[in-house]
């Protein structure tokens, strides 16, 4: 009897050694759903053998060593697969076994890293550091902590600089955003919804926040026209991301679930700000509860962003893609025709930061669309969005577009009139009918075209003479009334290029691409970036 026991753990040890060897050769490999398998059938068999020879210390150890081994293993396969839930679950039944298991540490730091959760992440490295064999990893180790400090101070301070990056020409890699959430909070907006609205003033250029996509998708579209077919491919491909991650993080799914799905969103509740830190705790829902992949694909299409929106800058090797994705707390963010903020896309981070100043108590929006445009325009841009705008601007271009006057204007432009004289006509009409500063901001925003087409080219402008109002105060009026632009601040760098510009113009082109870049570009860098750096 005691002789087929002894055979019979013979077998089930070379069992476990073929398989342990197997898994180990298909994690070296990076075929990483099978090392899963593998793991998964070795550690079901060292787990009945624990339960079988409790007995036995010295087998018994030999046992939780080998079991905690392939739970740190498979924590790895599953982290490459990104099923970070199970690979954590993984992590802390081994960290069970033994507390200061070094790969198992750094595998779960590695985690938590990816995660955006800086302070569990520094806990694991730390707590690694305990472990003989830190020793002989010292060099990866102290890279990792060295990391995690950084990381954690930004996600405090929103201390994010990209201006290195910026001036290497964007060569290599930038440096890593930590998740930041600046003076914001969510309430019921007056726009549509709910919105994020500012705690504080914010100046203008400052980082409101930062956040990592759940999902994205890019990709180089075939023609300018962006493709239909190319966009349903990448669009399926998306959908199919945000679900896998949806269905393999119950926090994920939770987060999915506060956006509005497009319906009764008045009705819909006011999460908490903190409930979007990455170290918070999920916000809710069962862990066996069936996805619901519809109500996924309905929030989806409310609140994806494309990368390519007149309000958005991609920066670095993805500026030359067409990309959607999904940041859920910067789908929060409303329109506004006199929008206050804009976006730079860097990898899979989405950098929020104010275009012009900011009061307490604002709420913060930006663009869907281009706000350089007339109302006609706008009003048809909106109807594809699916929603009406009754910003200021808006109400205010409403009631004086049913002046005769603004409709000749309009029409004159059709009619290819010389823009200077549209210009003078528009401004000539502001006196009369006495419009504030901050309107006739609105209303040059909303003849953007007419005002670029008569300061850029100098004849034109020299042809006007004094009859038109100075290019400077025309591009700052606008940049006050709905933020700062590209074409704003192209339009007085090419005068600056030209050396007709002094200090003062400098000065106003750096503040206008801290109103487009925001302030994680410095002084300096800034001027690279605007081709300025030689003057």
């Known amino acids: 009897m005691r002789e087929t026991q002894q055979d019979q753990l013979v077998m089930v040890e070379e ?13 070296l490999r990076e075929e990483w759903k099978e090392a899963v398998q593998a793991y998964s059938h070795f550690i079901s068999l060292c787990q009945d053998q624990v339960s079988k020879t ?10 939780h060593k080998s079991l905690c081994l392939a739970l740190s293993n498979r924590a790895e396969a599953r982290s490459r697969l990104r099923d970070f839930a199970e690979a954590l679950r993984d992590c802390d039944q081994a960290l069970k076994i033994e507390s200061t298991h070094f790969k198992t540490l750094l595998c779960k730091g590695k985690i938590l890293l990816n995660l955006s959760r800086y302070s569990m992440a520094l806990e694991c490295f730390k707590t690694a550091q305990l472990d003989p064999q830190a020793n002989g990893s010292s060099v990866s180790l102290s890279g990792y902590l060295q990391k995690c400090k950084k990381l954690e101070l930004m996600s405090r301070t929103g201390a994010f600089d990209l201006s290195e990056w910026v001036v290497n020409g964007f060569r290599g890699k930038p440096l890593e955003p930590a998740e930041y959430i600046g003076p914001v909070q969510i309430k019921k907006s007056e726009i549509r919804g709910r919105g994020l609205f500012a705690t504080r003033n914010i100046d203008a250029g400052t980082l409101v926040l930062v956040t990592k996509a759940v999902a994205t998708e890019r990709g180089i579209l075939p023609d300018q026209n962006l493709d239909g077919n190319a966009q ?29 799905s497009g319906e009764d969103e008045d009705e819909l509740e006011v999460p908490e700000i903190n409930l979007f830190k990455p170290e918070s705790e999920h916000i809710g829902g069962y862990p066996n509860e069936k996805l619901d992949v519809n109500r996924i694909l309905s929030t989806l299409d409310v609140n994806s962003l494309v990368e390519d929106a007149i309000s958005s800058k991609v920066l670095g090797k993805n500026s030359a893609y067409y990309g959607v994705g999904l940041w859920v707390l910067a789908s929060f963010i409303n329109h506004s025709c006199v929008p206050n903020a804009r976006r730079l896309h860097v990898g899979d981070y989405l ?24 109302l006609d325009k706008r009003n048809e841009m909106c109807k594809t969005w699916g929603f009406r705008c009754d910003c200021k601007r808006c109400k205010f271009e409403e009631d004086l577009y049913s002046r005769q006057d603004i409709r000749e204007i309009e029409m004159g432009l059709e009619r290819g009139v010389d823009a200077g004289a549209a210009v003078y006509r528009l401004e000539e009409g502001m006196r009369r009918w006495t419009v504030r500063e901050r309107e006739k901001g609105y209303l040059r925003a909303s003849f953007w075209d007419a005002c670029s087409q008569a300061y850029s080219p100098e004849k ?72 300025l750096g030689i003057l």
Not at 54 to 63: A, M, R
Not at 236 to 244: A, Y
Not at 355 to 362: I, L, Y
Not at 479 to 490: F, H, Q, W
Request: charged share 30%; net charge positive.
């Open 15 to 27: 069992q476990m050694q073929r398989l342990r060897s197997k898994a180990t050769e298909l994690l």
């Open 54 to 63: 409790p007995e036995d210390p010295e087998h018994l150890l030999k046992l």
């Open 232 to 260: 349903l491919v990448m669009w399926k491909n998306f959908t199919e991301k945000v679900i896998d991650s949806a269905a393999k993080c119950l926090r994920t799914r939770d987060l999915i679930s506060t956006l509005s």
């Open 351 to 374: 950098i929020v930061h104010a275009s012009r100043d900011v009061k307490a108590g604002e709420e913060i929006t930006f663009a869907y669309f281009d706000v350089l445009s007339p």
């Open 460 to 531: 034109s402008a020299r042809g006007w003479g004094r009859r038109i109002p100075p290019m400077d105060s025309v591009v700052d009026s606008i940049a006050e009334a709905v933020g700062s632009d590209e074409r704003m601040l192209k339009m007085v760098v090419e005068k600056l290029k030209k050396g007709s510009g002094g200090v003062v113009e400098m000065e106003r082109a750096l503040k206008l691409g801290r109103g487009v870049y925001g302030k994680v570009v410095k002084k300096q860098a800034m001027k690279t970036l605007l081709g």
